[in-house]
């Protein structure tokens, strides 16, 4: 809807209020509402063609004049949530003031915050649009008496000689007429019986054997049937000295191997095995073919923090733990390379017997 048809509209719902006193001109002020910050309230007169003003708070708010009857928009900066907000429309006849309607701010509505008020064309002399200059299309021709276009001699009429035709040469050289001799008749060959071509002698593929009674092929004698003697077997050495079988000695303990077993116990370089026998003197050796013996050293607890186990062991600790990685993967068909790094450091103090206390930051940056 336009603004022109919503004034309309709004104008038509209002009743027409008494007068304060007999006027040459009329007029109607009607609230709309406020704009939609609340900065502006919005008023509408409908009048006859005159001079008009609208005052509030004592103050003159908006003055125009009408050639004809119409309506007229007005934003005044006085505005009221309440009832308040007094407008008053006035007439001006004859330098005097006529009150034509006084209105308060109530029964209004917020305008939308994409609402504008409709802007009036500029009156007076106007400048109109500039007209670019036409250049001529083509340059005129001089107008007036002008020489004619000069005329070419005509050719002369009547009998004229033709043109003269250049002599033809012959395209070949033309054959005698008259009589001419034939073509040679070559002689045909005798006709009737006549000698074949000879046949020359083909020698013989193979040698053919002679016919009639041959001897037979000779036939190999075969060996002997009956008992034949087998074929020797070569005898088998023995693959190596087999142990003897049955009860066999233990390997007898001396002193000094029990002494022995004795101090590896004590040491601890040597623990008893699964399997092994236990001395009945309480030497615990054990028997032959045991474990290997296996140092107690080997076995030792991991640090308490990182890095103590490096140095010498001290109150306190401070470490550094960083990896980078690249990876360049060319496989299929598209590349991917994969750049990771990580940073990882520390400082710690012993607070007491396998207790440490301390700070640790970890920089892990985003793959790339």
């Not at 001079?51 to 009857?69: L, M, N, P, S, Y």
Request: charged share 15%; proline share 17%.
């Amino acid at each position: 809807m336009t603004p022109k048809i919503l004034l309309c509209i709004v104008i038509g719902s209002f009743p027409l209020v008494a007068h304060a006193k007999k006027c040459g001109s009329s007029g109607d002020l009607i609230y709309l509402g406020n704009t939609a910050n609340a900065s502006r309230s919005v008023w509408v007169s409908a009048t006859t063609a005159g001079e008009f003003h609208v005052d509030a708070t004592g103050t003159e708010i908006d003055r125009w004049t009408k050639a004809r009857g119409g309506a007229h928009l007005t934003l005044s900066n006085v505005v009221s949530q309440g009832k308040g907000g007094t407008h008053k429309l006035y007439a001006t006849e004859g330098g005097d003031e006529c009150l034509l309607d006084t209105r308060n701010q109530k029964r209004g509505f917020t305008l939308p915050p994409n609402w504008r008020p409709p802007q009036n064309p500029p009156t007076g002399i106007t400048p109109t649009m500039p007209i670019a200059p036409q250049p001529p299309i083509a340059l005129l021709p001089p107008t007036g008496i002008t020489p004619e276009v000069p005329v070419l001699p005509r050719p002369p009429t009547g009998i004229t000689p033709e043109l003269p035709v250049a002599p033809q040469p012959p395209i070949g050289t033309l054959p005698p007429t008259g009589v001419m001799p034939t073509l040679p008749v070559i002689p045909r060959p005798p006709t009737g019986i006549t000698p074949e071509v000879p046949i020359a002698p083909r020698p013989p593929i193979v040698t053919l054997p002679p016919t009639g009674i041959t001897p037979e092929v000779p036939i190999l004698p075969q060996p002997p049937t009956g008992i034949m003697p087998e074929l020797p077997i070569a005898p088998q050495p023995p693959i190596g000295v087999l142990p003897p079988t049955g009860l066999t000695p233990e390997v007898p303990l001396t002193e000094k191997s029990r002494e022995a077993g004795r101090m590896a116990m004590s040491e601890g370089t040597m623990s008893p095995c699964q399997g092994g026998r236990v001395d009945p003197n309480g030497a615990g050796v054990p028997a032959l073919g045991a474990c290997a013996p296996m140092k107690a050293d080997n076995l030792r607890e991991p640090p308490l923090t990182p890095g103590r186990d490096l140095v010498e062991d001290s109150p306190w600790n401070t470490w550094v733990d960083t990896h980078y990685s690249h990876i360049d993967n060319r496989r299929g068909i598209a590349l991917d390379k994969t750049r990771s790094g990580a940073l990882s450091m520390g400082i710690d103090r012993y607070v007491g017997d396998g207790v440490a206390a301390g700070g640790m930051v970890s920089i892990h940056p985003q793959p790339q």
